[in-house]
T-cell receptor, first 115, second 115 residues
Framework: DTEVTQTPKHLVMGMTNKKSLKCEQHMGHRAMYWYKQKAKKPPELMFVYSYEKLSINESVPSRFSPECPNSSLLNLHLHALQPEDSALYLC??????????????FGPGTRLTVL | AQKVTQAQTEISVVEKEDVTLDCVYETRDTTYYLFWYKQPPSGELVFLIRRNSFDEQNEISGRYSWNFQKSTSSFNFTITASQVVDSAVYFCALSEVNTGNQFYFGTGTSLTVIP
């Protein structure tokens, strides 16, 4: 199984809502990532988890809150978002942290719209 | 400074033509890895290839081939006999072993194959 799954596929939320994005992988990977991608731009790294611990936080606003309940799951909790947060949110996993030979496998993404 | 440069923003070719996507990278590390990913309109980033800095052998996989040249810091990607299904955004990426864990993406090249 070389698949990373993400739910939901699409999400529309108001600025006062609280929602969560979910990501799951069953490849035994120990590193998981959240990226944000705006249209016609490359993915921007948000968070990295390694062995279920937060390893990198790329100065992301606190309205984004990651959580790694176990080695297969990664959540991104959203609260009080702004319209400019509308984007494609991609989850990825790799055997270990990037920076070694390990390619990242990406999920299909959640397309988020903030009204 | 941009670590990975994809100078071609958009390319259009007619089906069955060959097309080369350019990627130029910048690093001071002696050990690093280069990647190509494909992102079709559905949004998922699909891993295509990984190459490490010590292996300059060119690689061919079906209609895809990659030309890695350390002397010019380039890792170009050629699609032979292009097909409509090749239409996508293609990202080149770099990861450095000694300078942390980050994946550096280029800005992407949008390829349109016209039937």
């Amino acid at each position: 199984d070389t698949e990373v799954t993400q739910t939901p596929k699409h999400l529309v939320m108001g600025m006062t809502n609280k929602k969560s994005l979910k990501c799951e992988q069953h490849m035994g990977h120990r590193a998981m990532y959240w990226y944000k991608q705006k249209a016609k731009k490359p993915p921007e790294l948000m968070f990295v988890y390694s062995y279920e611990k937060l390893s990198i936080n790329e100065s992301v606003p606190s309205r984004f809150s990651p959580e790694c309940p176990n080695s297969s799951l990664l959540n991104l909790h959203l609260h009080a978002l702004q319209p400019e947060d509308s984007a494609l949110y991609l989850c990825a996993s790799s055997q270990e942290l990037a920076g070694t030979s390990n390619e990242q496998f990406f999920g299909p993404g959640t397309r988020l719209t903030v009204l | 400074a941009q670590k990975v440069t994809q100078a071609q923003t958009e390319i259009s070719v007619v089906e069955k033509e060959d097309v080369t996507l350019d990627c130029v990278y910048e690093t001071r590390d002696t050990t690093y890895y280069l990647f190509w990913y494909k992102q079709p309109p559905s949004g998922e980033l699909v891993f295509l290839i990984r190459r490490n800095s010590f292996d300059e052998q060119n690689e061919i996989s079906g209609r895809y081939s990659w030309n890695f040249q350390k002397s010019t810091s380039s890792f170009n990607f050629t699609i032979t006999a292009s097909q409509v299904v090749d239409s996508a955004v293609y990202f080149c990426a770099l990861s450095e072993v000694n300078t942390g864990n980050q994946f550096y993406f280029g800005t992407g090249t949008s390829l349109t194959v016209i039937p």
